[in-house]
């Protein structure tokens, strides 16, 4: 079972102008009399626009981003802090959250008195809470100071207090909001032995960071978001490799803009901005990588007999077929394939969005097949990738590398196809012409 599910979650947040010019009792009593209406401006500001996102049970998921891209707002509507403005957040376990320093403390109460306040918000008993009391107060390193009203603490020390607390209630799921960051070294170090005997249980993580290092290194899976939307999720060497090639390619073309701005999902994309996922960089990235809300159990490669096939000739028919099995309901899937040489060479791409084909709501198992008449490639070897993604722009599976075939030909073409031609000379006069060719 999945600790956290998000299903097409669309945040947006109301923003009203207030007018800015003066009126007098006069005109206002005239607008009532005539029945004006008062303007009142208002505008809907998107945070988060149709977030998928599946989060399984004992994983730890960091989650990345520039500043003001939603990885705050998805947090706080995990915690229920906020409601959906779309779509729906499931959560499966007691939560324990980390995200504005000192939030839910009264200033005025002790430290002692914000353990137990704290602990009973979360959901144990009173007894329970002064059980674990001294294991918190231990932990927080407060000494005398737990005794004292918290307004009187420093920002480290109301971070260890949070964070005592939180990890000390018994949750099945931590929410971290780069709180952390405002430790010293020696909590710091102290923190993440605490967090690892958390993965160690079972348990679930969620931490938003800029720290690009320690998602690389303690975490199960990464989730990249831009823009308000999942612009990658997956292995977090390949989604932090992802992140970092973009925000290099935002401070060059700064040099000439003077504004740093990644190049939001979709950009490079045609008008219907159908997403697109990167089939990674030839070395060192994941074969395979997703949230598997719709898992690809297997892509397969048949002849013109529909047959299973590692070998085909330029002339052949091919036809790919991609097995899926739909968890749950879902619809605006897009499924795509790529040709490659065996040297990570693209040869051909396409998907079902930018070919207009739309895929029927999906649930349970099922398969969509591409016909090519006619294959064309020069002789060689090659491989197919496959992935299935939503429209908003989650990777749902992503197969690289993993179906290999080769093309046979009595030709020793060069290049990458061998397109339908012929040749033709136009005889001296009087003799007939030479015509010759392939698939002509």
Not at 134 to 163: H, N, Q, W
Request: charged residues 25%.
């Amino acid at each position: 079972m999945n600790a956290i599910v998000l299903r097409n979650v669309v945040k947006r947040f109301r923003k009203q102008t207030i007018r800015r010019h003066h009126t007098t009792f006069k005109s206002e009593l005239l607008g009532w009399l005539l029945r004006r209406k008062k303007e009142r401006a208002s505008e809907l500001i998107p945070a988060l626009e149709g977030v998928d996102l599946e989060i399984p049970r004992g994983k730890t998921v960091g989650v990345i981003g520039r500043n003001g891209s939603g990885k705050s707002t998805l947090l706080k509507l995990i915690t229920g802090i906020y409601s959906p403005t779309g779509g729906t957040v499931e959560v499966n376990g007691r939560i324990s959250a980390l995200l504005d320093l000192g939030a839910g403390f009264h200033p005025d109460f002790s430290g002692r008195e914000n353990i137990l306040i704290n602990g009973i918000i979360l959901g144990m008993s009173r007894a329970e809470v002064k059980a674990r009391m001294d294991l918190i107060i231990e932990f927080a390193e407060l000494g005398d100071f737990i005794d004292e009203p918290v307004r009187t603490y420093s920002s480290g020390m109301y971070m260890r207090l949070a964070f005592a607390v939180a990890t000390h209630v018994d949750p099945d799921i931590l929410l971290i909001d780069e709180i952390l960051a405002v430790g010293d070294e020696h909590f710091a170090k102290k923190s993440m032995a605490k967090m690892s005997e958390f993965k160690k249980s079972g348990r679930t993580i969620v931490l938003v960071t800029h720290d690009l290092g320690t998602v690389e290194k303690w975490c199960d899976l990464t989730a990249w978001i831009d823009g308000g939307k999942v612009r990658l999720y997956g292995d977090p060497a390949f989604v932090v490799e992802q992140y970092r090639q973009a925000v290099a390619t935002a401070e060059q073309q700064a040099a000439d803009r003077g504004k740093v701005e990644l190049p939001p999902p979709g950009a490079s994309l045609p008008a219907r901005e159908v997403p697109q996922p990167t089939f990674g960089p030839k070395v060192g990235a994941p074969r395979r990588y997703g949230t598997y809300f719709l898992e690809i159990e297997r892509a397969r490669l048949l002849n013109g007999r529909g047959a299973d096939a590692a070998e085909f000739d330029t002339e052949d028919p091919m036809e790919i077929a991609i097995d899926f099995v739909a968890k749950e309901p879902t619809e605006e899937v897009d499924f795509f394939i790529e040709i490659a040489r065996a040297d990570g060479t693209s040869v051909y791409a396409t998907n079902t969005g930018y070919e207009s084909v739309r895929a029927p709501r999906l649930s349970g198992r099922g398969v969509v097949r591409v016909f090519i008449s006619r294959l064309g490639l020069i002789q060689g070897a090659y491989h197919l990738n496959v992935a299935a993604k939503s429209r908003a722009g989650a990777v749902y599976d992503l197969h690289r590398e993993l179906y290999p075939f080769s093309v046979r030909s009595k030709l020793p073409d060069v290049g990458f196809t061998r397109p339908p031609h012929r040749w033709e000379f136009d005889a001296a006069e009087g003799a007939p012409s030479l015509r010759a060719g392939a698939g002509s």
